[in-house]
Structure formats: structure tokens, C-alpha cells
């Protein structure tokens, strides 16, 4: 085979002739980047038999060690598998000046077979559970992130980079500051630029509560998977762009103490064959608590939501929430995120346009209602995130799930069982979680529960310099 006969490949190198090299890549459990840098005489190769690497890349922990625990290391001989090309994933890198190009792939057993630890196969699961009822998940993904300055303060954390135009550094919270999209519109304008040469659909940008902190959105995608693929090819081009700057971008949930948190936050929607969303029905509305609740089967507390199929997908997703959160919050600063009035969750619930709960019905037209799930951190990985999200919409419309009554106002002044708000309390949910085992798969459910339990166990094993400080002197 040549590659005249690999449309997208002999496309892209008859645009792109000065493209020499290809960074081949997988995101690992920790969207983590993992692959080679292949020339231009082996692209063909990988559309036409795949890249060799070995299935413990899913088993690696944040810092690149392989928990031998998993099985994926030395009790199979650390054994390669062949990865992929993902369509509509090739595409250049114009912060490299050397002539590079970038190909997304996915991990597949020797005889075909999806490799069980892949996340974004993970999804595909969950999708397929979609397929057989004629639905198709509609997907839009949020980033939230901070740009840092690369000089760390006297004690080692990070701090903002000197602002562009007035070389000050930024202290102050400044929501939806246009001042702030000023000092940051060279960057800003570059990552849009970038985005767009690598088809990324970017399309607004706001400064967020913390200084050098933004949210930017991605368009929706009738196509869970390709959401997915772009979003993880977002968060290359933000640290890459920042790096242009002298600076560093991070997508650390809380990398300041005093400063919001950076969440992941994902729209969903569903769509029947014909193409009509599932969900649509008036804004949900609400009305005393004398005028009918009870007769009425799309009451809740006072709310009359007319889409069954959305009452029981909010249902589904709550019921789910505390299994899945060491899907959303995957690391010991996630959880640092946790905090009263920080637009964070803290129970299982849900709200007609209120920040504070875990599913919000956002502003819209009937044709787009939609769900907004924000329980994720910056760090989580999008295709586990929304697999998530999915398989609890399912589980809920399947099975007729009603969601309890709504919050109003203070969300964090609610009632309700608390989401796990320690790492190891919620890697315990997952790991005993026989939904996680029928949704994901019972081998993946494995996987991740023992590689974020070692993880967790070495990170424990440090001491800090902030317990030295506390206890040391004083016991």
C-alpha cells in the first residue's frame, strides 16, 4: 500500500511538503502524552500496520513509574501492541520550527482487538450502548487553566507571570475581567490561531476568577470521541503556546490555596435517530407547592420538567456521581478543589442555572437544553470524564431514574450525602463499584483503581516541607 492510497496521509504531505517529522502520540491515564517522533519515510507505515508500544503505558503513574501491580509490566514482558491512526487527527505543529507534524493514535491487541486499558476504548463502550438504542450523545467540553510564570516563588509555588503590557504580577480575582483579556490577548489570539490550524473548535475565551486564569470553550460535537480527541489536542496547544511566551500553562486543579480551582466541564445531550435532542422541553419552571405537584410526573420541588428522558438522565448521572469520583478528581490536588462556595460540588445535585451543584440545566433554547456536569478537575481525562457522564445518562433513562428535588440558592447550604472529598476514600468507591465494572469494563475498573492506589501510596510516603514546619518544632 502507498500512500496514494491513504487519502488523509497523502493530502496532508502534499500540503505540508516541508513537514519532515511526526510526533506520534496516545494520552495515558493521566492525559499524558506518550509516543514517538517518526520521519517522514515511516509515516506510511503507522496507517498501514500501526506504532509498536507496549500496553503499560497504561499503567504508568503521573511521574512515568509502571505499577507492576497491574499486570501490564514485566508479568507480561512490558509487550507491545500495535496503535492506531485516529482519523481527522493529523495535523501541524506551527510552535515547532523544525518541520513537525502530530498524529493521535489508539491502542489495539495484535489480533484487532480494542486494548482493554485505552481510555478513549473505554468511551467507545459506552457509546455503543447509545448506538443500539439509535441515540447519538451530543459533547461539548470546557477548560479551565492557569498561565504561571516559570520562576517559582522563594518557597516553591508557583506564582502569575509578569503581566504583558504593564510587567506587574496579578494578585486580584477579576471574573470575566476585559482588562484581563487585554493584558493576555497576543497568547490568547496565538492559541486561537493555533487551534484553528489544527482544527480545534475553539470559540470563546473569558478570564476566570484567579489571576492568569481563563476558561475556553470547544464547540460541540455530535461525535463524543472526536470531542474528546480535540480536547486533549487543546491542552497541547495551551502549555506549547505558553512555552512560546517564556511562560508555563497549567491545568492543575488548584495550584494556588487562595485561588478558584480549574474545573473540566462537560455539556451533554442526546439525539434520536431523526436527529431531534431528547432532552429539549421548555425552560424548567418553577411553581408553588399548592398548584399540582403531586398529579404532575415532571415535578420536582417545584420544578416541571416536561423531557422524561431528561428527568431520568439527571437522575442516572447523581445516582452514579460519588462512584465516578475518582474518574473526575484523579489526583491529590484535585481534591484540594473541594471547598464551600468555590463553585465546586459537594453532594450530588442538581439546579436550573446555579453553579453550586453538580448538574446544572444552563440557560437555553428548548431544541438545546442540555446537561452540564461540573464535578470534574482540570487534570481529569476527558474521554473517562465523559464515558462517565454517558453511562450515567444511560443508566438513568434505562432504569427510569427520577432525580431528588433541586437546589435553590446556596447549593452549599443543601442537605445530601457528601461526594468523596479524600483521594484514597474515592478510589475505594470506584474500585468496589460494580457500575464501573458493567459500564467500563470490569478489567478497566481494575486497571485504574490499582494505578491511582499506588500512586496515592507513594505520594503518601513523602514528607513535606509543610509538616516538617507545623509538627516538627512542636512535638
Known amino acids: 500500500m502507498s500512500s496514494k492510497d491513504l487519502p488523509e496521509l497523502a493530502t496532508f504531505l ?17 492525559t499524558v502524552e506518550r509516543g514517538k517522533r517518526i520521519d517522514r519515510a515511516s509515516i506510511e507505515g503507522v496507517y498501514r500496520s500501526g506504532m509498536m508500544l507496549p500496553g503499560s503505558m497504561f499503567a504508568l ?15 507480561e514482558g512490558d509487550a507491545d501492541r500495535p496503535c492506531r491512526a485516529l482519523p481527522d487527527t ?11 507534524a502530530q498524529l493521535q493514535v489508539s491502542m489495539y491487541e495484535p489480533d484487532g482487538r480494542p486494548f482493554f486499558g485505552d481510555p478513549r476504548h473505554v468511551l467507545v ?6 448506538h443500539r438504542l439509535n441515540l447519538t450523545p451530543v459533547v461539548a467540553i470546557e477548560y479551565e487553566f492557569y498561565f504561571v510564570d516559570r520562576a517559582r516563588t522563594a518557597s516553591g509555588q508557583p506564582q502569575p507571570p509578569p503581566l504583558p503590557r504593564t510587567g506587574r504580577r496579578e494578585f486580584r480575582t477579576q ?9 493576555y490577548s497576543a497568547v490568547l489570539a496565538r492559541i486561537d490561531t493555533v487551534c484553528r490550524a489544527q482544527g480545534i473548535p475553539s470559540t470563546t475565551a473569558l478570564a476566570e476568577y484567579g489571576p492568569g486564569q481563563f476558561e475556553v470553550n470547544l464547540a460541540h460535537r455530535a461525535d463524543a470521541l472526536r470531542a474528546c480527541d480535540e480536547a486533549l489536542r487543546f491542552k497541547r496547544v495551551v502549555r506549547s503556546v ?4 517564556g511562560w508555563d500553562a497549567t491545568f492543575l486543579p488548584k495550584p494556588y490555596r487562595d485561588m478558584a480551582g480549574s474545573g473540566l466541564h462537560v455539556h451533554a445531550s442526546v439525539l434520536d435517530a431523526s436527529g431531534s435532542n431528547i432532552f429539549e422541553c421548555p425552560e424548567p419552571v418553577g411553581f408553588g407547592p399548592a398548584e399540582g405537584l403531586a398529579e404532575d410526573n415532571g415535578a420536582q420541588d417545584g420544578i416541571r420538567i416536561e423531557s422524561s428522558a431528561l428527568r431520568h438522565a439527571i437522575g442516572g448521572v447523581l445516582a452514579t456521581l460519588g462512584e465516578g469520583t475518582a474518574i473526575c478528581a484523579p489526583g491529590p490536588n484535585s481534591y484540594r478543589r473541594f471547598r464551600p462556595e468555590a463553585y465546586v460540588p459537594m453532594t450530588p445535585s442538581w439546579s436550573v442555572n446555579n453553579r453550586g451543584s453538580a448538574v446544572r440545566l444552563p440557560p437555553s433554547d428548548p431544541a438545546n437544553r442540555r446537561i452540564e456536569h461540573r464535578l470534574a478537575g482540570a487534570d481529569a481525562n476527558p474521554y473517562l470524564v465523559t464515558a462517565w457522564l454517558l453511562a450515567g445518562i444511560h443508566y438513568g433513562i434505562s432504569q427510569g431514574l427520577e432525580p431528588p ?7 452549599y447550604r443543601e442537605g445530601g450525602t457528601p461526594l468523596p472529598s479524600h483521594w484514597a476514600t474515592a478510589i475505594e468507591r470506584f474500585r468496589a463499584s460494580e457500575f464501573a465494572a458493567s459500564y467500563l469494563g470490569r478489567p478497566f475498573r481494575d486497571l485504574y483503581a490499582t494505578v491511582k492506589q499506588a500512586e496515592l501510596d507513594d505520594f503518601n510516603s513523602h514528607v513535606t516541607p509543610l ?5 516538627m518544632g512542636a512535638i
Open 14 to 30: 502534499e500540503r505540508h511538503p516541508d513537514t519532515r517529522f511526526f510526533d506520534v502520540f496516545l494520552n495515558d491515564l493521566n
Open 61 to 75: 503513574d503521573v511521574l512515568g513509574g509502571t505499577v507492576q501491580a497491574s499486570g501490564l509490566g514485566f508479568d
Open 90 to 100: 493529523l495535523v501541524p505543529v506551527p510552535w515547532q520550527n523544525d518541520g513537525v
Open 125 to 130: 463502550k459506552v457509546l455503543d450502548r447509545f
Open 175 to 183: 471574573i470575566n475581567a476585559m482588562t484581563d483579556l487585554d493584558e
Open 242 to 245: 505558553a512555552r512560546e511566551y
Open 405 to 411: 428535588p433541586p437546589v435553590r440558592g446556596n447549593a
Open 467 to 471: 509538616e516538617i514546619e507545623w509538627y
